[in-house]
């Protein structure tokens, strides 16, 4: 059974940083992509960042030179560095990772809440 699980969301001031980490078991990712999207309440899961599996990312606007994102696939995970976070960052990230046939499998979410 493949499994995603991210870990590291919380409560943050504005301007603050949080590292959020995803751990997958039961296959691996090497050779496919990995990436993060966030989703605000009632709204659809929008993409936050990803990252192939020769190392290049690919940024929303919206985070791009804030955001930085990683993957180790010794340990099979991926992580995303959100450094200057804003309120409007505040939302469940959620972290997934490609699979044959256009399958992708997803993490069930951490809350990152972002407030003075």
């Known amino acids: 059974q493949v499994q995603l699980a991210e870990s590291g969301g919380g409560s943050v001031q504005p301007g603050e940083s949080l590292k959020l980490s995803c751990s997958a078991s039961?296959?691996?990712?090497?050779?496919?992509?990995m990436g993060w999207y966030r989703q605000f309440p009632g709204k659809e899961r929008e993409f936050v960042a990803r990252?192939?599996?020769?190392?290049?990312?690919y940024y929303a606007d919206s985070v791009q030179g804030r955001f930085t994102i990683s993957r180790d696939d010794t340990k099979n995970a991926v992580y995303l560095q959100m450094s200057r976070l804003k309120v409007e960052d505040m939302a469940v990230y959620f972290c997934?990772?490609?699979?044959?046939?256009?399958?992708?499998?997803w993490g069930h979410g951490t809350q990152v809440t972002v407030s003075s």
């Open positions: 997934y990772g490609d699979g044959v046939q256009g399958v992708s499998y």
């Open positions: 039961g296959r691996s990712f090497s050779g496919y992509f």
């Open positions: 990252i192939s599996w020769t190392g290049n990312p």
